[in-house]
């Protein structure tokens, strides 16, 4: 249950990473354009029996300003009564006082608008007038009628949003006679304009000067067969930036992504070993040591496994531990005849020493003991994992130590494509993002190793021990009054496994009296409960080391800070789009 709710956060997360950014994105039309002005925009629109649109403009511009390379026209393909079509301008075609021009095509705002550059980048147009005329065709622009007397309509947008314009002629051919026209001049306006031609297929125009950023707007119904539409997506434009503007694509990314989720999921289950069974063992298994055990019980070395195996070589006799108000002092109290017949692992805490009667003092403030520290439980705990590497007991598995790398690069794949949405589709983070989802288990602890036959007969006997620590006296009994020192002798297994306190509370209620406090502790934890005092020594030697580590961290820190719909309306049909300089 704990992994399924894993997934379906993970699923939650990923799907807000990949969708909100691409909604909010903003994307609109361009900023008015002040250094050119258009005496004169004129346009032809032939619309065919199809409901095929060709359009025809020519635009009288006047440069009023030096140092322009050209203009350029675009195109709106959302239509705001039609959510589920795109009007697609294909066949673009420019020229320029009669001649031909350079014509560089473009997608902004997450495919939103397609942008024709018309000019030389390498020239500039001289000031003054120059003609321009675009063609260019979209495909099924007529909708069913929203008027119950029309069973067709064109809803469209007949002059660009752009500069000011000193007066438009338009012409609209239909493939019927048009009926209850209406025409607006303006954004959100219902009149302004008279069409002429009402009743016959060619409709007529005609403005005076319109200001800038002006649409005519134009609402024609025909009594014929609404012809198939163009290019429709099952989801509306606000959702292209997320989904693209293919179905074919859409399903291609969902099939990978879904393949790429099954992968990491096989991969996980791959990197699961099933539980070899624990036996009651009322020892520890023979040969090792405290970290070692809670290493192959659990894939995992830390702070708890070096101050357990501190305590072992204490409870042997190979060191002393003394705590002075925050300060810890560790001792070596024999040198290499103390630490004889001590496993590897524990043998290599020596390191922190010098040899007989040298010390190790540790404060929260320390920030040289913290460098040391750190040190040396990055080497303990390396030295914990290459035990059990050379000793045949456990072998790389699946990606290796290489899981953990995989999957963050997965997650940053996911972040990268949501904000910058390279190919203006979200969805291909579903990829890297469903693999990363359902293969995090690959960055989990052990999840790069496995035990071999001999790491797994060794693990069920340390599980086994576990099992008698950590288990209610009720079920396991523990004969204390046999053996005095039972107790303290594997009170460092019990802070390995971390089941400290449970070890604690066995001994409790099996002899009614608080358990005796080891003997290594000294007298700072005198007077209290062994119990409490187990828990408040590894807790107090923790915050510790972590105070001196953090002492340390905080410094390098320091030192690299200085681095570096439905009723008319004017603007509201399609062929939204606008036209500007460059």
Not at 130 to 158: C, F, M, N
Not at 201 to 214: C, I, K, Q, S
Not at 414 to 427: G, K, Q, S, Y
Not at 550 to 566: I, L, R
Request: glycine content about 14%; charged content about 20%.
């Amino acid at each position: 249950m704990k992994r399924v709710v894993g997934y379906l956060v993970g699923l939650a997360v990923l799907c807000l990473v990949l969708v909100v950014p691409a909604l909010i994105r903003s994307g609109g039309d361009a900023a008015i354009d002040s250094d050119i002005s258009i005496d004169s925009y004129r346009a032809t629109l032939d619309v065919d029996e199809n409901g095929d649109l060709t359009v025809d403009e020519t635009l009288d511009v006047a440069f009023l300003v030096g140092g322009k390379h050209g203009i350029f026209r675009y195109w709106d393909r959302r239509d705001p009564n039609a959510p589920h079509a795109r009007r697609d301008p294909h066949d673009v075609v420019v020229t320029m006082d009669g001649q031909d021009v350079p014509v560089e095509l473009s997608d902004e705002s997450g495919r939103r608008y397609l942008v024709a550059r018309v000019g030389d980048p390498n020239s500039t147009v001289s000031t003054g007038n120059h003609t321009y005329r675009i063609h260019y065709e979209v495909d099924g622009v007529l909708e069913p009628g929203v008027d119950a007397d029309s069973e067709t309509q064109l809803y469209w947008e007949l002059v660009p949003h752009g500069p000011q314009i000193g007066e438009a002629n338009l012409t609209v051919h239909l493939p019927a006679a048009a009926e209850h026209v209406e025409c607006a001049v303006g954004a959100g306006q219902t009149g302004g304009c008279r069409p002429q031609g009402e009743g016959t297929d060619t409709l007529r125009v005609r403005t005076g000067a319109l200001e800038p950023g002006t649409p005519v707007t134009l609402l024609a119904g025909m009594d014929i067969p609404t012809p198939p539409p163009g290019k429709e997506l099952p989801w509306t434009q606000r959702w292209d930036a997320v989904l693209g503007t293919s179905v074919p694509v859409a399903v291609l990314v969902l099939l990978l992504a879904v393949g790429a989720g099954l992968l990491g999921f096989v991969l996980v289950r791959r990197t699961r070993e099933q539980d070899p069974g624990f036996p009651l063992l009322y020892a520890p298994p023979e040969g090792i040591g405290p970290a070692q055990a809670a290493y192959l019980v659990s894939e995992d070395v830390g702070d708890e496994q070096y101050v357990a195996t501190l305590m072992y070589a204490a409870e042997r006799g190979a060191i002393d531990l003394n705590r002075s108000n925050d300060t810890w002092t560790i001792t070596d109290k024999n040198g290499s005849e103390g630490w004889a017949g001590l496993d590897p692992v524990t043998s290599g805490v020596a390191h922190l020493l010098g040899g007989p009667g040298a010390s190790f003092r540790a404060s929260p403030k320390d920030v040289e003991a913290g460098k040391r520290l750190k040190a040396e439980m990055e080497r303990f705990e390396e030295s914990t994992r290459s035990w059990a590497r050379s000793s045949g007991l456990m072998v790389a598995s699946g990606l290796g130590n290489r899981g953990a790398l995989v999957i963050g690069a997965s997650a940053l794949a996911v972040l990268a494509i949501a904000w910058w949405n390279p190919l203006d589709m979200t969805l291909l983070g579903l990829v890297p993002g469903l693999f990363a989802v359902f293969g995090a288990g690959l960055a989990a602890t052990g999840a790069g190793t496995r035990r071999t036959r001999a790491g797994r007969d060794l693990w069920s006997r340390s599980g086994g021990f576990r099992r008698i620590l950590s288990t209610p006296s009720a079920e396991d009994r523990f004969d204390f009054a046999a053996r005095k020192d039972l107790y303290t002798a594997y009170v460092p297994w019990a802070v390995a496994f971390g089941c400290a306190d449970e070890w604690a509370e066995k001994y409790r209620t099996e002899m009614g009296s608080e358990p005796p406090v080891p003997s290594y502790f000294g007298g700072y934890y005198g007077g209290m409960a062994a119990g409490s005092a187990v828990s408040s020594m590894v807790g107090d030697f923790q915050s510790t080391v972590s105070s001196a580590i953090s002492s340390y961290e905080a410094t390098q820190k320091s030192s690299s800070s200085g681095g570096v719909g439905g009723s008319f309306s004017g603007g509201g049909g399609g062929g939204g789009g606008g036209v500007g300089s460059w």
